[in-house]
């Protein structure tokens, strides 16, 4: 069967050489180093090469943000040289990589634009990866809105990863994260604040084509189920100052819950190999909003572990061949064309 890793990550060789230079947190990429399937192709390739002809990866690349490696009139440039990298790669191997995720410099909004322009329409890039906040800041600020209106009149993905560092503290007390809480747990609050403020911001209302792929099959979310569910429908009965009721009563006129609006998002499968996880997540989202991702390369082997225990786990879930046909690579396909050329010959044809 066809698989389509849709969350896996990489760097450019050109990309990596210039990130190493000019990352201010030396620290934070160490980890990398010691991962050569991330930034030589080679390796990634060879390691593909165990899982059979029919493994594909739609590249999307790794932390740290482009937004947090140099500053506005910097890090256009950086994504440039990491996008053209991506295009080069899934240009000279079509069979392995059938696609690839344009990044944009978020703390450059007008540059953002013009690179999504140059990207999709000129590039037949897939969608965008974006994180959870800009430098600390949410994705539903007015700055940001050019941005979610052009992919929606896109019509492609948006691929939103989780961001995170120490520096956000467990505790007020404290003025750093101990024990990697910052992303163990961390990492699941923050993809499932972005997708609260994007549903009470409204953005499913002003964009009701949007898609976004949360990453590790939408965090908390599908978990949190019935607290989502039968809490947000009391939105505002624990707040002062604001009347948050206007929210859910304006939902309610659209024949909405709260809740109804987390299911508009799409997830993969990036769970470290819990079939229970998938299985909620599945049973959250939807057959038809759940892609195959692994995370490739970021477990203790450095490539091959997670892509192994998530086939297994699928595996174990003895889906119905028609979910699994979706989940391993009918989605993806959908939802990012590729069954057709984007970019130079019409995005959107």
Known sequence: MK?????????????????????????AIKRWLNIPVLYDLDAR??????????????LTLSLPTLEALAPPDKSPDLARLANDGMAE??????????GWVASIAMNNVPECLKEMERTIEKMGARGIQIFTNVNGRPLDEREFAPIFERMHA????????????????????????????????????????????MVFSGF????????????????????LEDRIGWGMDQLGARTAGEDYTVIV??????GRRPV???????????????SAAIRCGLDFFGSDRALFGT????????????????LRAVEELKLEQEVLDKLMHGNAERLLRLDRRIGACGCGE
């Open 204 to 223: 499913f209302d002003r964009w009701p084509n949007l898609k976004v792929i949360t990453h590790h099959m939408g965090a908390m979310i599908p978990y």
């Open 154 to 197: 896109y019509d492609l993905p948006i691929w939103l990863h989780p961001t995170r560092g120490p520096s956000m503290t467990d505790y007020a007390s404290e003025n750093k994260s101990k024990f990697e809480i910052w992303w163990l747990f961390g990492w699941p609050y923050e993809t499932s604040a972005a997708c609260a403020r």
């Open 89 to 98: 790669i899934c240009a000279a191997h079509p069979k392995r990589f059938p």
């Open 260 to 274: 109804d609006y987390f299911h508009l998002f799409y997830a993969d499968t990036s769970v470290n190999g819990s």
């Open 3 to 27: 698989k389509i890793d849709a969350f896996p990550h990489i760097f450019p060789p050109k990309f990596f050489e210039k990130m190493l230079e000019v990352a201010p947190d030396k620290a």
């Open 45 to 58: 390739l060879k390691m593909m090469d165990e899982f059979g002809p029919d493994y594909q990866q739609i």
């Open 295 to 310: 995370d490739c390369p970021f477990d203790p082997q450095g490539g091959p572990l997670f892509i192994r225990e998530t």
């Open 249 to 254: 009563k304006d939902m309610k006129a659209k």
